[in-house]
């Protein structure tokens, strides 16, 4: 059993930036492939980012690639999501997600919800422009 706390959202003005956390409790956090998704109001989740077990491996969503960066500390069980440039269109609650993948298993991490094993609770992100 996995438990994800998201912290760091809140309210930035458009250009500005937020740094994003997810603590995971256990003692396996490194086993887990981690990912970052978002559901804006009347909208379906959307993948946003995810990063490999190790960290070696990283991958985003077209629409915050070269704005967002995802980074994990196994030491601490600690995932982030560094967002700069923020747009209006980035307003949504982000969730973290953690995605057992056992070594050595390909593809590293997973763009699809469904593979994810443990969610947070999300944490508000609201962009004013």
């Known amino acids: 059993q996995v438990q994800l706390v998201e912290s760091g959202g809140g309210l930035v003005q458009a250009g500005g930036s937020l740094r994003l956390s997810c603590a995971a409790s256990?003692?396996?956090?490194?086993?887990?492939?981690m990912g970052w998704f978002r559901q804006a109001p009347g909208q379906a989740r959307e993948f946003v980012a995810a990063?490999?077990?190790?960290?070696?491996?990283?991958g985003y969503a077209d629409s915050v690639k070269g704005r967002f960066t995802i980074s994990r500390d196994n030491a601490k069980n600690t995932v982030f999501l560094q967002m700069n440039s923020l747009k209006p269109e980035d307003t949504a609650v982000y969730y973290c997600?953690?995605?057992?993948?056992?070594?050595?298993?390909?593809?590293?991490?997973?763009?699809?919800?469904?593979?994810?094993?443990?969610w947070g609770q999300g944490t508000q992100v609201t962009v004013s422009s």
């Open positions: 997600a953690a995605d057992y993948r056992p070594a050595g298993y390909s593809p590293y991490y997973s763009s699809g919800e469904s593979e994810y094993d443990y």
């Open positions: 256990g003692r396996t956090f490194s086993t887990y492939a």
């Open positions: 990063i490999s077990r190790s960290g070696g491996s990283t």
